[in-house]
């Protein structure tokens, strides 16, 4: 699945530079995104097409990190934290940018996810007791990369970032070795509370829509 996430986003960038009209309609942007709300996710896949760096340095990243926590979560679960830090980024953009201009400034990168991605690895490693010093210089980097690279909003690494280390949370409150009962049950919690972490981050971002724009944010005047 990581090779597959770095496969999309090669082929979404290879369409920006030949389809100049691809970043617009994936990219995110708050003030659409009650009406286009496929951009909440999109933006996870589009990177500046004028900064390769942007792109390479988000995939080296997955590649690095990915299948280490796709081995630890399995296909599935990793796909689905994926989406959801991407969506952590994006109501992270809604939450702490103002409307006014950083609603209406379209925002690209997988950012987001990624910091998510990294973020996770960081919980897990630290219930280890170690970081890995590679993935702090990754971490001081990314903080970095806004200043450097534009059309790259850090309120997306926060969201993202905290989303993957909710995510990391629930991993080690639902974790529980052997057969048991009890221990089958708590490691069934997990996907409900995937679920409502999901719902949660909907609520902020659309609440937060709608206290800004009102019903025009959703298309209804």
Request: charged content about 5%.
């Amino acid at each position: 699945m990581s090779y597959t996430l770095i496969g999309l986003c090669g082929a979404v960038f290879v369409a920006q530079l030949l389809l100049p009209g691809v970043t617009g309609l994936l990219a995110f942007r708050g003030v659409l995104a009650g009406v286009e709300p496929w951009r909440l996710l999109t933006t996870a896949f589009v990177h500046s097409p004028t900064s390769p760096l942007h792109i390479l340095f988000n995939l080296y990243v997955l590649y690095v990190f990915g299948p280490v926590l796709e081995q630890l979560l399995g296909r599935v679960k990793f796909a689905l934290v994926y989406l959801l830090c991407a969506l952590g980024g994006s109501v992270g953009i809604l939450l702490l940018s103002a409307p006014n201009p950083g609603w209406l400034v379209p925002v690209v990168g997988a950012s987001g996810a990624i910091f998510g991605l990294v973020l996770l690895y960081v919980v897990l490693a630290l219930r280890q007791g170690q970081v890995p010093r590679q993935l702090l210089v990754i971490l001081a980097l990314n903080f970095a990369l806004p200043l450097v690279v534009p059309q790259i909003a850090w309120q997306a690494h926060v969201g993202g970032a905290l989303t993957g280390a909710a995510v990391g949370g629930l991993l080690m409150l639902t974790a529980a070795p052997g057969r048991t009962r009890e221990a089958v049950r708590r490691r069934r919690l997990f996907w409900p509370s995937l679920a409502v972490l999901a719902l949660l981050l909907l609520a902020l971002g659309l609440g937060r829509l709608w206290s800004v724009l009102g019903p025009a944010a959703f298309g209804l005047t």
